[in-house]
């Protein structure tokens, strides 16, 4: 019938409402199932591990253990679902009364099952039990009749004497929670398994976040943390635009910008080395005792030789005079100088430019001075700029004294330092 009667009503003195009716009105506060009176099959979420089926520990033999739980099941030959519950652990001994077979391997369940005599059954009964399969060469799953479902999978192979771990294969349905109540699901697959509804949310145990279905997709709302670019494409299915998502390899805030992930901002981390570490995306080289002789009137590349600390997005050149920038985005670049006075009278100039590395004609930023002859030149520059991957850039220096040198005194003036900023 379409109506049902409601919870709770009554005609003294024998009542109107059926088992079904009642069952029903208990689905009504069950996290709903696959349509909109039913609600989902499942596990009550609990301390331990509800449901668990074990091979015996730490000495195997030929049981298993289940631990306790309390169960949501749909009636499949009627309305509503029943509330079950095993309160204490239950061992099964599956081969005291069904030996293994001498040659051929078989394969057991261990199920739930609910009888109902209103449904034909015998009698009203919850257990769990062992379901013996047929031995064979290739061996199938025993089928149950009813209302029921598995907990556990268990090979048994022929020919032996204990149940050991490995042979037992999870099978338990997932959790239910209460209507609106945050559902745990142990992976994508039980979470995808889910009759999902907008604005349910599930806590995903495999990943330790949470995500919220908005009737479409299931969606991360926070900033997830994964542990490379290949995770997060794996993990976070149906990122909305502007999703961020925090990659441990990398210390890079990702972000989805409707056709892939872009690594967008560098939260820093990697003790300071010249080691390339994967989380480090600065780096700084400097001359120390290294000094260089410039010509006069010459644009002349600066070598530094002294890697104070490495990045895995710059690549110098063998001299150290060149650097290639691996990742696309803004860029923070650099450089300063003091140089040795030429001494006596008169005086001198200087020019120093950050420029491309192999065109040194184009210049991202530069300055010129000059000194007194017995005045050390310092001079330092600085840009902010996009460069795209695989760019290059040099630190060029030109005087009209020649036989300028690094002031070897200071050593750690006689930089250039490259940082990535953002995408």
Known sequence: ??????????????????????????????????????????????????????????????????????????????????????????????????????????????????????????????????????PSSTPAEPTPTGDYMQLARVRVPAGTKTITPDLVEDR?????????????????????????YNGITTYRQDRRWLEINDGEKWRVPSIPVCTSLADIRAMVTDPLPGQLVFSTQDNLVYRWNGADWVGSLATGGGAVGT????????????????????????????????????????TPSATNDTFTLNRAGIWSIDAAFRMVAPGGSGEYHTYMAITDGVNTGIRYTHTMSRWLNTSPGTMSCATTNFFNAGATVSVIFWTD??????????????????TWLRA
């Open 172 to 196: 338990r349905p997932g959790w239910v929670v209460g209507l609106g109540g945050v559902m745990p699901s142990r992976g994508v697959g039980e979470r995808d398994a889910v009759h999902a």
């Open 401 to 418: 004294n020649a036989g300028r040198v690094h002031d070897a005194g200071w050593a750690n003036v006689n930089h250039v330092s490259l």
């Open 1 to 134: 019938m379409a109506e049902r009667n409601s919870w709770a009503v009554s005609d003294s003195p024998n009542g109107v409402i059926t088992t079904e009716d009642a069952r029903l009105a208990l689905s009504a506060v069950v996290q709903s199932g696959p349509g909109p009176v039913l609600s989902r099959n499942g596990i009550r979420p609990a301390l331990g591990d509800p449901g668990k089926v074990a091979a015996a520990s730490p000495t195997p033999d030929g049981t298993v253990t289940i631990q306790p739980f309390q169960m949501f099941m749909r009636a499949s030959r009627g309305v509503g679902s029943y509330v079950q519950t095993l309160d204490a652990v239950k061992t099964l001994d599956l081969l005291k009364d069904n030996p293994a077979h001498s040659a051929n391997a078989r394969i057991d369940l261990i199920v739930a099952q609910q009888s109902d005599e209103f449904y034909g059954d015998t009698t009203n009964s919850f257990v769990v039990r062992q379901l013996v399969g047929e």
């Open 275 to 314: 080691t390339a570490t994967p989380t480090r995306h600065e780096a700084r080289y400097e001359t120390r005792g290294n000094v260089q002789s410039f010509p006069s009137g010459t644009d002349t590349r600066s070598r530094f030789p002294t890697t104070v600390y490495a990045s895995p997005d710059i």
